[in-house]
Structure formats: structure tokens, C-alpha cells
């Protein structure tokens, strides 16, 4: 593989791999916060001891999406320096402001969240949660905007004179339509996660010791179950206006989600198709008619442009070359990420009918227990490489390839290093990880009453 | 003023920000087998750290962002260039991020021990490497009119360099020792303490050698200026540190850092990475800077968001600002014994 190929692998990577992380940061931040907040104003044990347990498994998740983040601000350079220096003047502004505004807030208050438990005014103490949960929205929503510029560049112009895309309107930026879209999609999915990731948790210890853990978990199974349950909700509306636009200002991207090589009008919604994929024939599909006209325009019989059109309509625009992503590859992983919702959701609403008959354990919903937090991950992480597969070859679209847009001066070697460096201590750390999840999430926190003594009390989380 | 200067400026004052708040948190981490003897003691080390460590870290993510919003050409020379260099500290950056989170998680001597080497390795390995690059961004490297690094990873380890490396790992030992004398009492403190003579005198003589080769790249009158400042800051650091005056002695290796970090700003200004192959080559401040309007926007959201950054993190110093001791350690009825 040269260079490019493995930047490109190195890139796909690091990046899905941070994102396991990321929804539940984003998600559990305000969880947390909500049972925090839930102790402020009843003084209930019950919601300290719930604050403390989830903060603690939040609290491991953070630490790892953190430092993976480090990388991802780094890397545009490293790997990608002809692409920083073409989009520089535009997308370095969210990722410093991302900065500025967000890591200083979430950092600094956790910092205070963690060592202030017992110390700090216990209003302060409950607003430092708060700001680390604004902290990764606010995150959440420059990282997004950087990303759909990418997408439906807006609010710039090409300079030939230095060869770079400048920036003409910021505020082009942070309201391109494609972000107003991917941001409350993507909090949504964050929310699918973090309700699934507790959901998961608390049922399984619910379903082993229903009588002791109850007054523990029965709160979070239900607090888990709802927030699923809404957020899948919210990513179906969510999710349909995205279609909607992605239709609009990346055709081909919808095109190739449905494997959809003619245009047509009215267009089908394919709902499984087995053939060959690359519009050559076609040995059985299961299709509703009219559906992907309806998914895309809004109306019965929209016209849907199809792969082929679109090739030739680019090829007139931009010049020879091929413009169709990898068809298989965004077929399926648009499938599989809308079927991991759906079970997710169809998880939560059965535990939640189960919990509310009172039924004894089943077999089948401890083994759901432990599947349901995997299923979001599997559908943040195929709905980003549908999303960054889907719109290649550019890097900028209409603006930039993405071989382009690769180090120049950086050897395949140097690349390979790094990608055997990193992955290598991604998958330590995910062992790590997962030993300390599994630990503390197995831990049924003890009855603790209100110390007397602050200053003698065991820290909430030991350091 | 141009606003590429005002930027140049910024960057500037966020690596010293970065180098002086990290900096200390680098050198407890190095010196944590030296000051904790056992595992109470180790964990009143930490502990000072604890809650500041990450706000800490994130100046270096805004002075990396800011970069590439206010100079990207500079920002992608620099980072393609310095791959490896960059790599080995993303690692050590990953590693005891890690390290400080997972250590206490578990109360197994084991554990903890693993997890200390990290710690020690970690805040080591970039306390030299960003020495290291400092002085390569000084010095300039091989670039050619396309402005690509023309080098290799060894290019980067000239004797030069090497000495900047050897001095930012002193020195950041040495603020690391003064902050723990600063923030602990009992044993800790005392071997803190008795760190700081030997530390101090190495720091002297390596930053006396460095700040002075530094001159001789492009020594002017405000140089020269800057790094005397450096030196009798270090001095006097040394000497509050002797009179037991730790609040001033800490002052005193902030101030040696942000001085010896302007020192090397102002000698680098104008040039961003000077090109050693041709002056002509070389990155500035000019060539290598954002539109005017990207500018403009950044420096409104600097101006507006900057104070009310640093109101809250030294709100979090001020919370913490309590001496600890091992009577602030947790420890288990079982366990005070052993």
C-alpha cells in the first residue's frame, strides 16, 4: 500500500475508533447530570449512590475519549498537510473555537467535578456537571460544522491566486444546512447510546438480584428504557431530514445508499437486495415502491437520481474520472446502521413491558441486556463511514480529492508506522478499558450514608 | 499591530501558557518515584495534579487549533514535517492521560506500580521532545520554496536541539519539584525539597548554555534582554526556594519558563519556521497566516472567551489551593497498618 492508502486507513481508523467513545461521553455527561441534579433537590440517597455509579463508568469512558481526541487535532497535519493548507482559512476557525469554548469548559469542570465531590458548594458542585455536559455539546456542534463544510462547502471562495478555498462568511459555516441536520441527528444518536449503555447495565443487574439491586436499578432501567426509546424517536425525524438534504446537496450519496443506478420517478426503497451491487444484475430484492421518492423529496413520486446519471452529469462538471463511492460498502453499512437503531429501540421497549408486568427474569432479555449498549456503536460507527464513504472521492465536495489532499512530504513507511503504533495501542487500551468497564459496572455501589466529616470521607472516585 | 502579528503573539502566549501549566505537571509526574516512597505518599503526589492536569493539557489543544485557524501553512509544514517526533509524543500524551485516569481505579499495589512507570516514561518523553521542537522551530529546518520539511526524523536530533530537549526536561523538573514543596506538606514536601539544589544547578548550567546558543541564531538587544530576565528569575527561584519562600520560588520557574519561551518567540518573530536551506524559503508570519477576515473572527472569539477561560481555571486553583499531606489520603480501617 503507498502512502495514501494508509493515511487513508490510518484516518478511518483512529477516527472510528475515537467515535466509540464520543456518543457515550456526550450522552452520559447529561445522564449524570440529570441524577445529579436529582440528588440536589431531593437529598435522596438513592440518587448520590446512582450519581457516583454511573458517574464512576462515564468517568472511564471519558478518560479514553479524551486522548484519542488528541490525535484527531493532530493528524489533519500529519497525514493531511495539502488538505490543511487548501481549507486552513476555514477549518482550522471551529477547531480552535472547539477548543477555546469547549475542551477548557469540560476539562477544568470535570477536574472540579471529580475532586470537589464533598468540597465545593453543592450548587457549584452540580453546575460543574452541567458545563461539562454543555462542554461536549458545544463540542459535538464545531466538530459537526468543520465536518459538513467538508460535505456542502458554504461560505467561501476559491482564491486561484494562492490556491486555497477562504473563508467569506463564517456564519455561512456554522449554519450550513447539512449541520443543522447531522448535529441534532448525531445528539440523538449520543442519547440512543448512553440510554442503551445504561439501560444494558442496570437491566442485567436488575434481572440477577431483583429484590436487592432494585431500588438501585429499576430507576435506571427505566431512566435507560425512555431515553432510548425518545432518542431513537428523534433520530427516525432526525434521520428523515437528512435524507432530505443529503438528497439535495449530495446526490450521489443517496444513490448509492439505495444502490439506485437509474433515475427514477417514482423510486423505490430497496429494503434488501442481494446481487451484485454494481447495477450489473440484480438476483432478488425486497422493495416498497415509491419508499426512497418519499425518503428523499417528501413526495410519492420524486424523481431520485440514479448512480449512472449522476457519473456522467460530474464527469461533464468536473472532468474525467469516477465519481461513484463504494456501492456495497454504503449499502450495507446505511442498512445495517438504521437496523441497529431499530433493535436497540425494540430492545428497550420490551424491557420496559417486561419491567412493567413485573415479569422474573428470561433468558432471552439478560442476553439482550448484554447486547443492547453494543448495538449503538455498531450504528454510530457504520452511520460515520456511510457518511465519509459515501461522499468520496472528494475530501471537499467539488473542491478537493481526497488523494489530493494527502503529506506530501510524509513516506508510506512513516504512515505504516504510525498505524501500526496506533492501532496497536488503541487495542491495549481498549482491553483496558473494557477490564475496568466490566469491573465497575458489576460493582454494586455500597449503602453509604452522609458522611459528618467531609474531609474523612472516601473521595467518590479514588485518585 | 497586523493581526498576523497579534496572532504570532497569541500562539506564542498559548505554548508558554501550555509550557508553564503542563509544565509542572510533567515534572511531578517524573518525579513521582523520588518524592513517593510508598503508596500513601505517591498518592498525595498525584493528587496535587489531579484536578488541574487536563485543563492543563488543553492549552496545547487550542494552541495546536489556533495554529492551524491562524497559520496553516505553518501548521501543515510543522506536523507533516515532524511526524515521527510528533507520533512518539501523541503516544506518551495518550499513555498518561490513561496513566493518571485508570492508576487509582483500582486499589492493587500491582496496578498502581504498572501504572507509575507509565507516568514517569510519559511525562518524561515530551518534557525532552518539546524541547526538542522548540529548537528546531527556532533553528529552522531543511525547506525548500515548496515549504515542505526536506529532513528526517534524525534531522531533528542536532546537538542543539538536543540541549533545548535536555533543558525544557530540567527545568520542567525543577517547576515540578517547587510545586510540590508549594502544594504538600509532611514527607512529601521535605523530599520535594531536597530535590530542588541538585535539579536547580543542572537547570542553571543547561539553560544558561541553551538561552546563550540561542543568541547566536539572532541575538538582538531584546533577546539578550529576555533571557538575562530567564536567568535571574531561575536564580532567584533557587534562592526563595532556600528561604523557604515556595509561593515565590514557584512564581520564579513560571516566570523562567514564560521568559525563556519568549526568548525563543521573539528570536524566531518573524519567521514561523525558518528554512536553513534558503532564507528565502523560510515560513513567516506573513506567508503563512489565514485571510485577514478568519483572523478578524479569531480574535474577536480570543478577545471575548479568553478571560472568562482563565477566570475559571483559576477559580479550580484557587478551590484546590489547600497544602495536602497524608491525612488527605483515604485510606481503608485494614489498611493504615501495612
Same mark, same amino acid.
Given at each position: ?65 479524551? $486522548? ?396 | ?42 498518592? $498525595? ?294
Amino acid at each position: 500500500m503507498d502512502a495514501i492508502d494508509l493515511a487513508r486507513w490510518q484516518f478511518g481508523i483512529i477516527t472510528v475508533y475515537h467515535f466509540l467513545f464520543v456518543p457515550i461521553t456526550i450522552g452520559m455527561s447529561a445522564l449524570v447530570a440529570g441524577l445529579h441534579t436529582a440528588w440536589y433537590r431531593t437529598g435522596k440517597q438513592k440518587y448520590r449512590r446512582m450519581t457516583q455509579f454511573w458517574g464512576k463508568l462515564f468517568l472511564i469512558n471519558f478518560a479514553i475519549g479524551v $486522548v484519542t481526541g488528541i490525535v484527531q487535532e493532530f493528524q489533519f497535519g500529519m497525514n493531511w498537510s495539502s488538505y490543511s493548507k487548501f481549507v486552513g482559512d476555514i477549518f482550522g476557525a471551529p477547531l480552535a473555537i472547539e477548543g477555546l469554548l469547549a475542551f477548557f469548559l469540560e476539562s477544568t469542570f470535570l477536574g472540579l467535578w471529580i475532586f470537589g465531590w464533598d468540597r465545593l458548594p453543592k450548587k457549584v458542585h452540580l453546575a460543574s456537571i452541567w458545563l461539562v455536559a454543555i462542554g461536549t455539546q458545544l463540542s459535538a456542534y464545531f466538530i459537526l460544522a468543520a465536518n459538513s463544510w467538508m460535505q456542502w462547502p458554504r461560505g467561501y471562495t476559491y482564491n486561484s491566486a494562492t490556491g486555497r478555498a477562504e473563508l467569506h462568511d463564517f456564519g455561512a459555516v456554522l449554519t450550513n444546512k447539512v449541520v443543522l441536520a447531522t448535529y441534532p441527528h448525531t445528539i440523538a444518536a449520543s442519547f440512543l447510546t448512553a440510554g442503551a449503555f445504561m439501560l444494558g447495565i442496570a437491566l442485567w443487574h436488575l434481572l440477577r438480584r431483583p429484590g436487592e439491586n432494585g431500588s438501585l436499578f429499576r430507576p435506571a432501567v427505566k431512566l435507560g428504557a425512555i431515553t432510548t426509546l425518545v432518542a431513537a424517536a428523534a433520530l427516525m425525524i432526525t434521520g428523515d431530514i437528512q435524507a432530505k438534504i443529503m438528497t439535495d446537496t449530495q446526490p450521489m450519496k443517496m444513490a448509492a445508499a439505495e444502490a439506485l443506478y437509474d433515475t427514477s420517478a417514482p423510486a423505490p426503497f430497496s429494503i434488501l437486495t442481494i446481487g451484485s451491487l454494481d447495477g450489473s444484475k440484480e438476483v432478488w430484492s425486497l422493495k416498497v415502491p415509491h419508499g426512497l421518492s418519499f425518503l428523499a423529496t417528501s413526495t410519492w413520486n420524486g424523481k431520485v437520481e440514479g448512480i449512472n446519471n449522476l457519473q456522467t452529469a460530474y464527469e461533464q462538471r468536473f472532468g474525467p474520472g469516477s465519481y461513484k463511492p463504494n456501492v456495497p460498502l454504503t449499502y450495507w453499512t446505511f442498512r445495517f446502521m438504521i437496523l441497529a437503531g431499530v433493535l436497540t429501540a425494540a430492545i428497550a421497549l420490551l424491557a420496559l413491558w417486561q419491567l412493567r408486568r413485573q415479569r422474573k427474569s428470561s433468558k432471552w432479555l439478560i442476553r439482550a441486556a448484554l447486547a443492547v449498549p453494543l448495538l449503538p456503536l455498531l450504528g454510530n460507527s457504520l452511520g460515520w463511514i456511510f457518511t465519509e464513504m459515501g461522499r468520496q472521492p472528494w475530501i471537499v465536495f467539488g473542491l478537493m480529492q481526497t488523494r489530493d489532499g494527502v503529506s506530501p512530504s510524509v513516506g508510506a513507511g512513516s504512515v505504516l508506522t504510525s498505524l501500526i503504533v496506533l492501532t496497536l495501542l488503541y487495542g491495549v487500551l481498549a482491553v483496558v478499558e473494557v477490564f475496568l468497564l466490566l469491573r465497575f459496572a458489576r460493582e454494586v455501589p455500597a449503602e453509604t450514608t452522609e458522611p459528618s466529616d467531609p474531609e474523612a470521607a472516601e473521595p467518590a472516585f479514588l485518585y | 499591530m497586523a493581526l498576523t502579528d497579534i496572532w504570532f503573539l497569541l500562539i506564542a502566549v498559548l505554548w508558554t501558557g501550555y509550557l508553564v501549566l503542563e509544565g509542572f505537571d510533567f515534572g511531578v509526574g517524573m518525579l513521582l518515584p523520588f518524592v513517593g516512597r510508598d503508596a500513601v505518599d505517591r498518592k $498525595v503526589t498525584l493528587r496535587t495534579i489531579g484536578p488541574v492536569w487536563d485543563g492543563n493539557e488543553v492549552w496545547l489543544l487550542v494552541a495546536g487549533g489556533a495554529t492551524f485557524a491562524a497559520f496553516p501553512f505553518w501548521y501543515a509544514t510543522l506536523f507533516s514535517g515532524f511526524y515521527l517526533a510528533l507520533l512518539i509524543i501523541l503516544v506518551a500524551l495518550i499513555l498518561r492521560g490513561i496513566a493518571l485516569e485508570y492508576r487509582g481505579k483500582l486499589d492493587d499495589s500491582s496496578w498502581h506500580r504498572r501504572w507509575d512507570l507509565v507516568i514517569v516514561g510519559s511525562s518524561a518523553v515530551p518534557a525532552l521532545l518539546w524541547g526538542v521542537a522548540l529548537a528546531n522551530i527556532v533553528r529552522g529546518v531543511p525547506m525548500g520554496a515548496d515549504h515542505e520539511f526536506a529532513g528526517n526524523f534524525f534531522t531533528l536530533l542536532n546537538p542543539y536541539a538536543l540541549l533545548g530537549g535536555v533543558t525544557t526536561l530540567l527545568l520542567f523538573a525543577l517547576h515540578g519539584a517547587i510545586f510540590l514543596a508549594l502544594k504538600t506538606h509532611g514527607e512529601v514536601h521535605d523530599r520535594a525539597l531536597k530535590l530542588v539544589p541538585p535539579i536547580g544547578l543542572a537547570t542553571v548550567v543547561a539553560a544558561a548554555a541553551f538561552l546563550a546558543w540561542t543568541q547566536a541564531f539572532d541575538g538582538s538587544a531584546l533577546t539578550w534582554t529576555l533571557a538575562l530576565a530567564a536567568a535571574l528569575c531561575l536564580i532567584g527561584a533557587l534562592a526563595a526556594s532556600r528561604f523557604g519562600r515556595e509561593g515565590w520560588a514557584f512564581v520564579g520557574t513560571a516566570a523562567t519558563i514564560a521568559l525563556a519561551a519568549a526568548t525563543l518567540f521573539t528570536t524566531l518573530y518573524p519567521n514561523v519556521l525558518p528554512s536553513t536551506t534558503d532564507a528565502a524559503f523560510s515560513l513567516t508570519t506573513v506567508n503563512a497566516a489565514s485571510t485577514h477576515y478568519t483572523l478578524k473572527i479569531m480574535t474577536w472569539v480570543a478577545v471575548i472567551f479568553t478571560p472568562v477561560v482563565l477566570a475559571y481555571q483559576g477559580y479550580t486553583y484557587w478551590v484546590f489551593r489547600k497544602r495536602l499531606g497524608r491525612t488527605d489520603i483515604y485510606q481503608p480501617a485494614e489498611k493504615v497498618t501495612s
